[in-house]
């Protein structure tokens, strides 16, 4: 279903980026927790220590015009090639682990087909975008199938991720990883706390994302009749939902024909690890950052400067493998682009995005350096302020206090 009226928002600056830089600046002096290396010296320029929550001195029409004319077209042969490839390999390997049946392999299986189900979960991610083809009848199919048969809603999720773009970084209305205020962390119960921030929770929780939402937020993602949804959507809804329980009954008969012990082995840790992919890429792209990132509400949130506190990352070898979802700034401002122009047009804008831009940490074959961005996010990135249009993460010194006398 095309960009969803992002095209026609994100040309949008905000009304007041050309006026509040010193508020900006006030807000970040009168915080109550600075940001690491808030008392740095200026750079090498003679500049003051750059604020990733200034309005920037650029359009989004700017970093736009900086991308090829051909980085925008799709290809609908070329993302239905990355469908077969992605299929013919899920395809294979599992019928390799079954044929093989050993122990030896299993674990390998695992792991590898667990990041083939996040393969898939991306190019579904595409067709909701719109980014696979121009034509909305054939992302509807591919996406359905895609998404179903790794237990996925696919209009449920592609609403409520279209909620995400449309509000990145603003403390209210974002929807994915959005921050809990210091009222609605306060009122959870210590449990919920060490749920959310305790790895290996974290990284296990789509599914209940799926069905619940986030704290604070209500909702389910397979309910029409669901807040996330309007009266217009519902039927799409409905169809996802209708397309997740076939799969869920085709997954249930498997089970009385090869056991569930052998469908557990095939396919349910795979997906357990898809979900650990899912949920380790879409919070690193939005926190763990080494500086703390601002998130904004009321008149001080805009689509670009939102956008703009997206994180890009390197995930070496799994780069290619699912289709460089780590390029992810000029992903979450253009959503239109194709995931395989995504790094060309990266390239393209950074001079446009300047410090804006936050070049990844170069990854080895395997991204192990994210595991620490993550532990450390969790143990800092706990709540924001109730109040203020600039505001950054804080830390609950209890809560680590705890979860470090947990984890001894």
Known sequence: MGDLGLSSLDSLPSKNESSSQEKTRLLRDNRSEKRPGADADADDDGDLEFDPAAPPPFRIAEIRAAIPKHCWVKSPWRSLSYVLRDVVIVFALAGAAAYLNSWAIWPLYWAAQGTMFWAIFVLGHDCGHGSFSDNPELNSVVGHLLHSSILVPYHGWRISHRIHHQNHGHVENDESWVPLTERIYRSLNTSTKVFRFTIPFPVLAYPMYLLYRSPG???????????????????????????????????????????????????????????????????????????????????????????????????????????????????????????????????????????????????????????????RSLRQDHYVSDTGEIVYYQTDPQLYKFTSKKSE
Not at 233 to 252: G, N, P
Request: charged share 20%; proline share 4%; aromatic share 14%.
């Open 217 to 375: 937020k209500e909702g389910s993602h397979f309910n029409p009749y669901s807040n996330l949804f309007t009266e217009k959507e519902r039927k799409d809804v409905a169809i996802s939902t209708l397309c997740w329980t076939v799969m869920a009954l085709i997954l249930f008969y498997l089970s009385s024909v090869i056991g569930a012990a052998q469908l557990f082995k095939v396919y349910g840790v795979p997906y357990m690890i898809f979900v650990i992919w899912l949920d380790l890429v879409t919070y690193l792209h939005h926190h763990g950052h080494d500086d703390k990132l601002p998130w904004y509400r009321g008149k001080e949130w805009s689509y670009l400067r939102g956008g703009l506190t997206t994180v890009d990352r390197d995930y070496g070898m799994f780069n290619s493998i699912h289709h460089d979802i780590g390029t992810h700034v000029i992903h979450h401002l253009f959503p239109q682009i194709p995931h395989y122009h995504l790094v060309e047009a990266t390239k393209a804008a950074k001079h446009v995005l300047g410090k804006y831009y936050r070049e990844p940490t170069k990854s080895g074959l395997i991204p192990f350096h994210l595991i620490k961005n993550l532990v």
